[in-house]
């Protein structure tokens, strides 16, 4: 399927749900980031923006991509909004022809599936490349479908943490995977409705 696909499709998801004033950050990238010293971060499919902003907040220059340009206009408004535009750069960017430039201290890929062709191990062998000596990849996937979630069926397969990282195919001596585990949550989906979901969690650090 063409980019064209991709992205209208992408766009009508993000059209379809309202625009959040101040949006969350995923739990994994909070319990994961905090702490560590801020630089610069990229943020590859930054959906609503959440992630991106708190990452601002807490001090680093965030460069935000996402293949929708919806998501993208409106991460770019509430940077804006919220006196974060000096941190926050949201770029349009579409993974399958090309990675963003530059070299980064975090790189957070978070639910970076798709209904689309997307050669994921290679974007993320590309991820790691980007990282500056130091510097991490944090990888969460789904483990499991919410009740609401478009990624439904009997066939859809969660590769684990550990598969992830081999199909990378990176050299032990230059990244090192410092966290590959599956822990589970309550997610919060449209009206309100919640469930019970697995994460997939992998973080990746390259030698300093």
């Known amino acids: 399927m063409s980019t064209t696909d991709a992205a209208t499709f992408w766009d009508g998801v993000h059209a379809a749900r309202p625009a959040a004033a101040d949006p969350r950050p995923n739990a994994r990238l909070a319990e994961t980031i905090t702490g560590l010293p801020s630089g610069d971060a990229l943020d590859l499919g930054c959906g609503d923006g959440g992630d991106a902003l708190w990452l601002a907040r807490q001090g680093w220059h965030v460069t935000a991509t996402d293949l929708s340009a919806v998501a993208v206009e409106r991460l770019a408004a509430l940077a804006r909004a919220h006196g974060l535009d000096d941190r926050v ?32 191990a290679a974007v993320l062998r590309s991820a790691a490349h980007a990282l500056r000596p130091g510097g991490r990849l944090l990888v969460v996937d789904h483990g499991s479908a919410a009740p609401w979630s478009w990624n439904q069926g009997p066939d859809v397969r969660y590769p684990s943490p550990h598969e992830v990282a081999a199909g990378m195919d990176l050299d032990p001596a230059t990244w090192t995977v410092e966290r590959a585990d599956a822990p589970r949550r309550v997610a919060t989906g449209p009206g309100g409705h919640t469930a019970e979901v697995t994460d997939h969690v992998l973080l990746v650090r390259r030698a300093a």
């Open 89 to 120: 750069s949201a770029v349009r960017h579409d993974l399958r022809e090309s990675f963003p430039p530059g070299e980064f201290d975090l790189i957070s890929v978070h639910y970076l599936h798709t209904p689309f062709d997307l050669d994921r």
